[in-house]
């Protein structure tokens, strides 16, 4: 017991607290996330049929209610739960089950870092509305999602499947590629915000260009927008830059995957699609950010302003990121089912002699503007 | 000889190269699919096929569920001639022939079964039926079941007449008319 005494000293108050304010902001954010996974599943499905003139799933009802078949993932749930989970006799047991799992938590862990909100305060307690306030969040989430790639290949290596292989050799070089390029592409931002943490850019993005123009990344990056799509896009693996998986001529590197392992990979890419969409929400268009709303209420160029209770503000930021989030889903899923498939060596040469060069240059022209600015 | 076509596509220009233009354009066209359809629903024309079908058309009516006509004392049309399971080309008919008491002149089927599973819906049987008595006019397209033996017709599934029926006209059986007809002055 007198050994002890120290350590309940650290137990204080105000350790307790954070670790329950962090504990319930994380189960707040990854519980919406996992929950708007699910709903992209169905949101795939629905909106590509929609694009290309059909209807798309209706069939799965409870009580005979299908609710434009929004039953459509759990009914997926269940199916994957009920197959067989199959491991091929010569492959490596260890990898093969870690291989998933190695998928999908750093997935999961570059979420600690997206702000999805500015501060709450709860009788004097302010809470910051990040699961993690880290100062060098962007760095993070590139790091961890540079993890990614051990999951694709060791599932393709420990499968011992060529066609496995093939498409793991695919990937290994496709996302390590892209991910030098997805660096590369942020570069510009940090130049022009000097932070890396996301909060503060985001922070910093409330500001107005000329007295109107909200101050966004994507005002200031434009060609850095496009480049960052496509090497997020590929980072994803999705379609235009889905040789990985290539359903046509290899099925890719979870070939010999069955059941949940097989869902776990799929549920990652979903996943990923709401990291790409948050991480160009919060870098590009402004995050949590609504126009002329600060922390007292709308302040409009004119000179009018509206109070706003500040908990209305909070939430309202909240769900302008939701929003944000949504719309950039929408449109990685529609030019997921617009563009055809490149092929591998377009794939290759589009990120070291297109993305790599452009992003390059994108860099040398914001280090001018800012020398020319005064303001480096 | 086989003729090659030759077709000279004109070389890309530099917007379509970029081809983040040419992204952008299909983007456009796909998104507005999905709005369009997003709000008009109605303008698909997809057909939730087993609940709604569409109507059939002209010769696609004489492809549909066989039936066997009857005549206006409920006896059969079929006089067991076989015919039409000779002209079946999947060998589906069965039939096995049976004599009428009373009757000298014709047979009746005491078995006629049509076994759907095998059918390919040519038609050839009904033309085939000297008696037009086997027809595949019913406007039901046999969908999925859930037993085999759903997909076996025997002879008492088929008997149907359709409204306005029985009609005695028509056909080669005139001797079965006359029968008829003496029997009713009797």
Redesign the interface.
Known sequence: MERLKPLIALLNLDLLLFIAVSAVKAGFFLGAIMGFTAFLTWVERK?SS??????GPNRAAIFGFTLLGLFHPIADGIKLMMKEDFVPARADKVLFTLAPIITLVPVLAAFAVIPFGNYVDIMGYRVDLVIAKLPLGLLYVLAVSGFAIYGTFLAGWASKSNFALLGALRGAAQMISYEVVLGLTLVGLLMIYGTADLQQIVRAQGRLLFGFIPAWGIVYQFPAF?LFLTAAMAENKRTPFDVVEGESEIIGYFMEYSSMRFAVFMFAEFIEIILVAMLAATLFLGGWQIPYLSEAGFLFPGGRSIAVYPYAVALAQMAAFALKTAFMCWVLM??R???PRFRFDQVMKLAWQGVLPLSLLNILVTGLALVLAGKL | MIEIKKVNNRPLNLLERIY?WE?FK??L???R??FV??FF?G????I?YPEVTRPLEYAAKGRTLHRLKLRADGSPKCVACFLCATACPAYCIHIEAAEYTDNPVEKYPAVFDVDLSRCVMCGMCVEACPEDAIAMDTEIIPGGVLKREQLYLTRDKLFKNLPGEPSLKGAANRLANEYSREAGRQ
């Open positions: 909106l929609l694009m290309q003139d059909r209807i496009l529609t030019l089912w617009t563009v | 983040v992204i299909g983007f066209v796909t998104s699919h999905f359809n997003l629903p303008r698909i024309i997809t939730q």
